[in-house]
């Protein structure tokens, strides 16, 4: 799901304001670099996905 970037610039996966400064953050999930993660993955690190992120920064991830 993607929701509309204020100004119309686009848009992100995740898209949140700040309730002191009312400042927009963004993060977008870059759909070209999700790979898989297989049995033969197993015990390995892996890239799976990478995010475009301004303003953001995932503290936590679960790809579910």
């Known amino acids: 799901d993607s929701a509309p970037l204020k100004g119309g610039r686009g848009s992100a996966t995740m898209v949140q304001k700040c309730k002191l400064c009312s400042r ?12 898989p993660y297989n049995a033969e993955d197993s015990e390995k ?5 990478e995010f475009e992120c301004r303003g953001l920064e995932p503290v936590d ?4």
């Not at 690190?45 to 996905?49: E, L, R």
């Not at 991830?61 to 579910?64: D, K, V």
């Open 61 to 64: 991830f679960q790809p579910q």
């Open 45 to 49: 690190f892996k890239t799976i996905v």
């Open 24 to 35: 927009e953050s963004s993060i977008d999930i870059l759909s070209q670099t999700i790979r």
